[in-house]
């Protein structure tokens, strides 16, 4: 990992997660409490439901907490949606836009994840912007040109961050579809060179700014591969799913990263 970026591991709960297993948050806090992981920083994106909860818990500062969603208004008539801006009231540091999962369950576009990510920064949180492409095109050779079409259309032009510090201010996540949930993790070298790709696009699109981004990579990242993933060129972090909900798997990958 680049040693001037902080790493960010991050744990995304998706649909999981009841009243009772705020115990693995309770567990992590208190772990990284007693043996803080300096270098790295550590996120935990629960259900909606856990959000404030899980922000008091983490209230040590040892972990932050996120959401894994957000409407493009900040509020309005829209049953059932929540605006950034909620989501930063009840302590979200970040928010993760374009998962696959919703790409494909909800039909979001590259422009409307583009939009969640404006409303991200309206709300001054970090939207984490994920991209990835699929099985079939990645035995197609289509990888690159997939990923390099959703940035382009998924990432805030440079003018919306108004000023702001960009490594700061967004997170790009790699997540290869056909990896997520699957067991199945991309060879190091071909995560190599997409995180090397996306990086060059970022110095493209933010300039020297956009070698401060994190890069995170996410798909069936575990205990037993998570060393060697870390500390590809350009991987600054994680976005682990299954294995972050529980809390001992979860730290042994914090460990990895930060060590
Ligand atoms: P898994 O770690 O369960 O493969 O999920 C990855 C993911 O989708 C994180 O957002």
């Avoid at 208004?73 to 919703?102: C, F, N, P, W």
Wanted: contains cysteine; proline residues 3%.
């Amino acid at each position: 990992m680049n040693s001037e970026i902080k790493p960010l591991i991050a744990g995304n709960w998706k649909m999981n997660g009841l009243t009772e297993d705020l115990s693995q948050i309770r567990s992590l806090a208190l772990s990284l409490r007693n043996d803080p992981a300096h270098r790295c920083e550590v996120l935990i994106c629960p259900p909606v439901t856990l959000l404030a909860q899980t922000t008091q818990i983490c209230l040590s500062g040892a972990v932050v907490s996120g959401a894994q969603n957000c409407h493009i208004a900040q509020k309005g008539a829209h049953t059932g949606d929540i605006g950034a801006s909620m989501l930063a009231d009840a302590g979200a540091q970040y928010i993760i836009v374009g998962h696959s999962e919703r790409r494909a369950d909800h039909g979001e576009t590259d422009g409307l994840v583009n939009a969640k990510a404006r409303a991200a920064l309206g709300a001054h949180v970090t939207p984490i912007i994920c991209v990835g492409e699929t099985h079939a095109e990645r035995l197609g050779a289509l990888a690159m040109t997939v990923v390099e079409k959703q940035l382009n259309g998924s990432v805030p032009a440079l003018e919306i961050f108004d000023k702001r510090v960009i490594a700061k201010n967004l997170v790009i996540a790699y997540e290869p579809v056909w990896a997520i949930g699957t067991g199945l993790v991309p060879e190091l070298d071909d995560i190599k060179t997409m995180h090397a790709a996306i990086r060059d696009w970022l110095v493209e699109r933010f300039g020297e700014e956009g070698e401060g981004v994190r890069i995170l990579y996410g798909g069936s990242m575990k205990p037993s591969n998570a060393t060697d993933i870390l500390a590809t060129a350009n991987v600054n972090g994680g976005l682990i799913g299954g294995a972050s909900l529980n809390a001992e798997d979860f730290l042994q990958i914090i460990r990895s990263a930060c060590d």
